[in-house]
């Protein structure tokens, strides 16, 4: 069992940045591929962002590509969201998920398919707001 906790959430400004952590337990993250979604009051759970296991690759929405950057740190068995020139509708509840393997994310469809991913966190909340 893995358990993921994220957290950095809070109240942002438009046009600033701020950074998630995902952090795990229970087992080694060095196996798994990392993803983030999010989901906003009323919509569904949208990808955001994946990192391989090794952390060579990453792939992102076209809605956060150039703003927001996933790294990872498998020594410290964490992974991380740096949100740049955050905007109202980056507004959601914001989760990471894990699923272990280092192929499967290579189709678009199941790295941005919520039902692919083994475990979840329960989320913390990005307000972007003036």
């Known amino acids: 069992q893995v358990q993921l906790v994220e957290s950095g959430g809070g109240l942002v400004q438009p046009g600033d940045s701020r950074k998630l952590s995902c952090a795990a337990s229970?087992?080694?993250?060095?196996?798994?591929?990392m993803g983030w979604f999010r989901q906003a009051p009323g919509k569904e759970r949208e990808f955001v962002a994946l990192?391989?296991?090794?952390?060579?690759?990453?792939f992102y929405a076209d809605s956060v590509k150039y703003r927001f950057t996933t790294s990872r740190d498998n020594g410290l068995n964490t992974v991380y969201l740096q949100m740049n020139g955050v905007k109202p509708e980056d507004t959601a509840v914001y989760y990471c998920a894990a699923r272990v393997g280092s192929s499967w994310y290579l189709s678009s469809r199941n790295r941005q398919s919520w039902n692919s991913y083994e475990y979840w966190g329960q989320g913390t909340q990005v307000t972007v707001s003036s």
């Open positions: 229970g087992r080694s993250l060095s196996n798994y591929a």
């Open positions: 990192i391989s296991a090794s952390g060579g690759s990453t």
